[in-house]
């Protein structure tokens, strides 16, 4: 098969024909639970398409794997269900009432503060 249509099928996550054309049949190890309500710990048991450990150099299986832990959601004991975003943000949201300057010595941060000079 041609290589651009190994590459539209692959990137599809799709099979091919016996023609070499994009099929709607999902290649199994391509399958994501996009924003998928799992367990804290549970990738391995409760996953939505379980799979075990595995090893690979192909970019498809390490972007298809970061899909898979990136997009899972998460309902906590307060009620709201979370996402990675939702914990970046919460983690952050925390720093900063911490030291809400913490950043002012950033010279790229919107809220740098350029040192003072030494007065003698």
């Known amino acids: 098969m041609p290589a651009d249509q190994d590459v539209a099928a692959a990137g599809a996550g799709v099979t091919q024909d016996a023609n070499g054309n994009p099929t709607t049949t999902a290649l199994p190890w391509a399958e994501v639970a996009f924003l998928y309500d799992a367990n804290i710990l549970g990738l391995g ?3 939505a398409f379980p ?3 595995n090893a690979s ?5 390490q972007i298809t794997t ?11 004991a307060d009620g709201n269900t979370y996402d990675i975003w939702d914990a970046v943000q919460t983690i952050l949201k925390w720093v900063l009432a911490q030291d809400p300057t913490i950043n002012s010595n950033e010279t790229d941060s919107v809220n740098y503060v350029a040192p003072k000079p030494a007065t003698s």
């Open 45 to 47: 048991k409760d996953y």
């Open 51 to 53: 799979e075990g450990s």
């Open 57 to 61: 150099s192909s970019r498809w299986d």
């Open 66 to 76: 970061l899909a898979k832990v990136l997009t899972r959601t998460h309902t906590h």
